[in-house]
């Protein structure tokens, strides 16, 4: 839908702008309710003084005609595989929070003599619900 903005002229809100002006300064010079206002009426202006090319907003617009819809061939997402249950779970009553830096610390006590890693171990790192999960990968980091 066109919506026309009081008689105020496009050309006239662009060389403000030019001229240095904010655009809640114009809104208060023009009397303009939005800023989204101003910004379509600057955007309307450039296309007036043919800076830009002619961008049809709306369908009783003269601009340009709305391209042909290319039909792209669809896309099937995997679906989310069933969360399932770890084989084994050990609980301990050590807890971690997150850092100044956003690090969160797991000493040896925990990682090696607690949960039976080695040193030299490699894990996945990622987010289920509120949950994060380390998982042993095989591929070592280089």
């Given at each position: 839908?066109?919506v026309?903005?009081?008689?105020?002229?496009p050309?006239?809100?662009?060389?403000e702008?030019?001229?240095?002006?904010?655009l809640?300064?114009?809104?208060?010079?023009?009397?303009?309710?939005?800023?989204s206002?101003?910004?379509?009426?600057?955007l309307?202006?450039?296309m007036?003084l043919?800076?830009?090319?002619?961008?049809?907003?709306?369908?009783?617009?003269?601009?340009?005609?709305?391209?042909?819809?290319?039909?792209?061939?669809?896309v099937?997402?995997?679906?989310?595989?069933?969360?399932?249950?770890?084989?084994i779970?050990?609980?301990?009553?050590?807890?971690?929070?997150?850092?100044?830096?956003?690090?969160?610390?797991l000493?040896k006590?925990?990682?090696?003599?607690?949960?039976?890693?080695?040193?030299?171990?490699?894990?996945?790192?990622?987010r289920?619900?509120?949950?994060?999960?380390?998982?042993?990968?095989?591929?070592?980091?280089?």
């Amino acid at each position: 839908m066109q919506v026309e903005y009081r008689n105020i002229d496009p050309k006239l809100v662009v060389n403000e702008i030019r001229n240095g002006r904010s655009l809640e300064s114009v809104q208060k010079l023009f009397g303009i309710k939005f800023k989204s206002e101003v910004q379509d009426l600057y955007l309307r202006g450039l296309m007036e003084l043919g800076e830009i090319p002619q961008v049809g907003f709306s369908k009783q617009g003269g601009g340009r005609p709305a391209p042909d819809v290319v039909e792209r061939p669809m896309v099937r997402r995997r679906e989310k595989a069933v969360p399932q249950k770890p084989q084994i779970i050990i609980k301990t009553n050590n807890f971690r929070t997150i850092g100044q830096s956003g690090s969160v610390t797991l000493n040896k006590a925990l990682l090696i003599e607690q949960l039976g890693f080695e040193v030299g171990d490699s894990f996945e790192i990622y987010r289920e619900d509120d949950r994060v999960i380390l998982k042993k990968s095989d591929v070592p980091l280089q």
